[in-house]
């Protein structure tokens, strides 16, 4: 194999492997966009909380004040009416004079009654509004690491894919090139020698052993306990 073959088989090995670091780092940015998206969303939804928790409270001191309002102009009407009996001099204990302020009580405890529900029904729906965009946070945050897990497990599938794809090809090219050197019986050899590099006629995979055993020199290093 020349050496601009080996060039190429280098190149065509690397190729996977470079497509899957790639991908894996597209995959990582991916991840980090999910993630930093979902942070985003997550600090809108809490400020839109605060919003309307602010709303749920300022709506709860209206309605109290409108209540005050409400129960001082009762007030101020049974003292007219109390002021307007007496100069006639009517009691106010009996008779029509009671009945009168009786009714009066009655119509602004009503009132006060439905102006308070009325308040109390904006207040809970605010609160409930709150809460909403509360779990409308943490959910974004839940699918914001849900995304980036996924982009992040198809990166590492993406850089492994390309490994084994690296390996597999190197492995393949190896095998082409230990069959190319086998000879018409099956044996493995040298064409002009009938041998495998001096080792003699043997199977391909005893030659893919041949080659990666140590040569000659290897023989005054072994230790003596090995010898």
Do not use: C
């Not at 609160?127 to 943490?138: F, P, S």
């Not at 945050?141 to 992040?152: H, S, V």
């Amino acid at each position: 194999m020349g050496g601009m073959s080996l060039i190429g088989l280098a190149l065509s090995a690397a190729a996977p492997i470079v497509s899957g670091v790639m991908q894996r780092n597209a995959a990582k940015t991916a991840a980090a966009q999910a993630r930093e998206t979902a942070a985003a969303q997550a600090r809108i939804a809490e400020q839109n909380r605060g919003l309307a928790l602010d709303e749920a409270e300022a709506t709860s001191k209206a309605g109290a004040e409108e209540e005050q309002k409400l129960r001082d102009r009762v007030r101020a009407t049974l003292a007219s009416q109390n002021a307007q009996y007496g100069a006639s001099g009517l009691s106010l204990a009996s008779g029509s004079p009671f009945h009168v302020g009786l009714s009066t009580l009655e119509e602004g405890e009503a009132d006060v009654g439905a102006l308070r529900e009325n308040y109390a029904r904006k207040k809970f729906s605010l609160v409930n509004q709150a809460q909403q965009y509360g779990t409308q946070g943490r959910y974004a945050l839940i699918e914001g690491d849900a995304k980036a897990r996924a982009y992040e497990a198809q990166g590492r599938a993406a850089l492994t894919g390309g490994l084994l794809q690296s390996a597999g090809f190197v492995a393949s090219k190896w095998g082409d090139m230990l069959g190319s050197r086998r000879p018409s019986g099956g044996v493995v050899g040298s064409p002009n020698a009938g041998n495998f590099y001096g080792y003699g006629s043997m199977s391909g995979a005893n030659a893919g052993r041949a080659l990666l055993k140590p040569q000659g020199w290897y023989k005054d290093f072994r230790p003596k306990w090995g010898r």
